[in-house]
């Protein structure tokens, strides 16, 4: 019979007694981070209206949305990791939004399935732990992901490939090697944040397909949700000249800038 209880049972994370304060510390602090850093950026970029560019107004957003991201998962973590697994409940409808923050895909795939099951085999909602809770078909449901995520990842590589092939003709053309060098380093941390991004991502893709592995997949999924807040915006932020020169005349105002190294932004000015 169908059971549509409002009530679900989080499986989260297997967190012993002696581990959970250390767990939280730890949790704890990268989300102070990840806080701190992105609304620092944004009330920056905000505040300076030398900075009110589409550039800069995009790595805005950007931090915008991982704060917001972050915010939607880590405090009900944080709670978690002092109740104990049996008592980890969540009502449905909380369950359904914090899943529609969490990625990008229609609600109504969501909310419209029937139900028999009552615990989501994850630390967070997310649109595969509820499809999990029916007991009908959702094929429909898995060929919409799988094409959503195909076309999703296919062409953001595509257009990173593209961007960095330019950016490394352009060096290659250049007999500056300093320019050459700073170039490499900018770009390097650029495409660690984006390997992080899409290896993790695909992870946790790959590991709902395999229940066997269950607490891998909950790692993967926080550390997906995790890790890329807590780097943006450092690497996206203090790489970039301007930024980087403001957050400088706020901390010593009196200091001289330190030596500009080349960052991405001025790669891609030099390429048009």
């Known amino acids: 019979m169908e059971n549509q209880t ?3 049972l989080l499986e989260g994370l297997k967190v012993s007694p002696q581990s959970s304060i250390p767990a939280f510390i730890l949790l704890l602090l990268i989300y102070i981070f990840i806080m701190v850093s992105n609304i620092g950026l944004v009330v920056l970029i905000t ?16 931090s915008i949305n991982d704060a917001f991201g972050a915010t939607s998962i880590i405090p009900r973590l944080l709670g978690d990791v002092f109740i104990l697994s049996a008592e980890r409940y969540i009502s449905y409808m909380d369950c359904v939004v914090q899943a529609f923050f969490m990625v990008v895909i229609l ?9 028999c099951r009552s615990i989501i085999f994850n630390p967070f909602c997310d649109n595969a732990s509820l499809f999990k809770l029916s007991c009908e078909s959702v094929l429909i ?12 990842l296919g062409s953001s590589i595509c257009s990173i490939t593209l961007t960095y092939l330019r950016i490394a003709m352009t060096c290659l053309s250049s007999k500056n090697k300093v320019l050459n060098s700073r170039a490499l380093q900018t770009c ?17 893709i790959i ?12 790692l993967a999924s926080i550390m997906f949700h995790v890790v890329p807040p807590a780097m943006n915006a450092v690497i996206y932020g203090l790489q ?12 010593k105002p009196t200091a001289t800038h330190p030596h500009n190294f080349m960052c991405l932004s001025d790669i891609t000015l030099a390429i048009h």
Not at 47 to 62: D, G, I, K, T, V
Not at 107 to 115: A, K, Y
């Open 6 to 8: 409002d009530i679900l």
């Open 240 to 251: 970039i000249k301007a930024i980087r020169q403001k957050i400088f005349i706020i901390i």
């Open 207 to 218: 590991l709902h397909r395999f229940p066997h592995l269950s607490d891998e997949r909950k």
């Open 188 to 204: 390097a941390t650029h495409l660690a944040v984006y390997l992080i991004l899409l290896v993790s991502g695909s992870i946790i």
């Open 107 to 115: 609600l109504g795939l969501s909310v419209r399935l029937s139900r």
């Open 141 to 152: 449901n898995n060929i919409y992901g799988l094409t959503y995520t195909v076309v999703l």
């Open 47 to 62: 505040m300076e209206r030398s900075l009110h560019q589409p550039m800069y107004l995009l790595f805005c957003n950007m």
